[in-house]
């Protein structure tokens, strides 16, 4: 049982190259989420999905986009990558309700 | 809009001190307390958390948490710590009137144990 598994875990990129960002998991959540994770500053929300085929904004979504076809995955696009994206990328799912969140091993992206 | 305070960004201890982190929230409805701690190069894991019920919660690891609604709180406390409770602890909130249960997270306080 792997839970929730992100690929690529590291990855440099150049400022206006484009890159997508790979969320898995086997645990049949429903609810998937997308976070960034600056020093100081804690996680913030990109965007989330509440089931497959639905996405929603969260506190920090421009210059991202997202895609929720299947269930199980989660992808985060950067369609034009700018060194303010440099940071780790955090995907979580859960159950519906109040439950708590699963936390994948982040991918840590930096734009030069 | 919702939001999380942690007060303390870092804090040194010493092996056996007692911890205790400030966690503040802005929100006045129904809310989900969390803590989640983060070891040095790993995900985020889950402490412990309330949702209802008992306000002194406990969690893994001798962790425990106390829930007061009064002073829109929810403190981070262990009798004792120890050199490998060194990490990044967040606090997070999210309401239980948001159907999509998303978290606030505070911005983190970073523990050193010394041994």
């Known amino acids: 049982n792997a839970g929730v598994t992100q690929t690529p875990k590291f990855r440099v990129l150049k400022t206006g190259q484009s890159m997508t960002l790979l969320c898995a998991q086997d645990m049949n959540h429903e609810y998937m989420y997308w976070y960034r994770q600056d020093p100081g500053m804690g996680l913030r929300l990109i965007h989330y999905?509440?089931?497959?085929?639905?996405?929603a904004k969260g506190e920090v979504p421009d210059g991202y986009n997202v895609s929720r076809l299947k269930k199980q995955n989660f992808l985060l696009g950067l369609e034009s990558a700018a060194p303010s994206q440099t940071s780790v990328y955090f995907c979580?799912?859960?159950?519906?309700?109040?439950?708590?969140?699963?936390f994948g091993d982040g991918t840590r992206l930096s734009i030069l | 809009a919702q939001s999380v305070s942690q007060h303390n960004h870092h804090v040194i201890l010493s092996e056996a001190a007692s911890l205790e982190l400030g966690c503040n929230y802005s929100?006045?409805?129904?809310?989900?307390l969390f803590w989640y701690v983060q070891y040095p190069g790993q995900h985020l894991q889950l402490l412990l958390k309330?949702?209802?019920?008992?306000?002194l919660v406990k969690g893994i690891k001798g962790f425990e948490a106390e829930f007061i609604k009064s002073k829109f709180s929810f403190n981070l406390r262990k009798p004792s710590v120890q050199w490998s409770d060194t990490a990044e602890y967040f606090c997070?909130?999210?309401?239980?009137?948001?159907?999509?249960?998303?978290?606030?997270f505070g911005s983190g306080t970073r523990l050193l144990v010394r041994p």
């Open positions: 979580a799912s859960s159950y519906p309700g109040a439950q708590p969140q699963h």
């Open positions: 999905s509440v089931g497959e085929g639905t996405t």
């Open positions: 929100y006045g409805g129904t809310v989900n």
């Open positions: 997070a909130v999210n309401s239980g009137m948001d159907s999509s249960y998303k978290l606030i």
């Open positions: 309330y949702f209802s019920g008992d306000p």
